[in-house]
């Protein structure tokens, strides 16, 4: 899997959210690739606890919420998009981050 950091519309590093790539392995058959591994996200990104794993399909035009949690409730998001493209925005709320607003 490669990991890379996420450029904020000012060129800047957003502190946190990772673009995760895994390695493909594509044959005549189609392709395999892990699509979780807990022993590498948390040596190559950051310890986690991963606990809830939700899919949904969006018809094309959609605009889905933006989410928003205050500790204790806050969640990490893993969004992967199987097909198509996905328009995915960030909006750093943290006041004491270099990306804020």
Known sequence: MEIKDLISNKGEII????LIL???FKDKRGFFYE?????NFDKLVEKTSFVQDN?????LGVLRGL????????????VRCT????YDVIVDLRFNSFTYG
């Open 15 to 18: 502190e946190g959210p990772k």
């Open 83 to 86: 097909s198509g493209k996905v």
């Open 35 to 39: 699509s979780w591994n807990q022993f």
């Open 22 to 24: 895994p390695k493909i």
């Open 67 to 78: 989410h928003y949690q205050i500790e204790p409730f806050a969640q990490d998001k893993l």
């Open 55 to 59: 899919h949904s399909k969006s018809n």
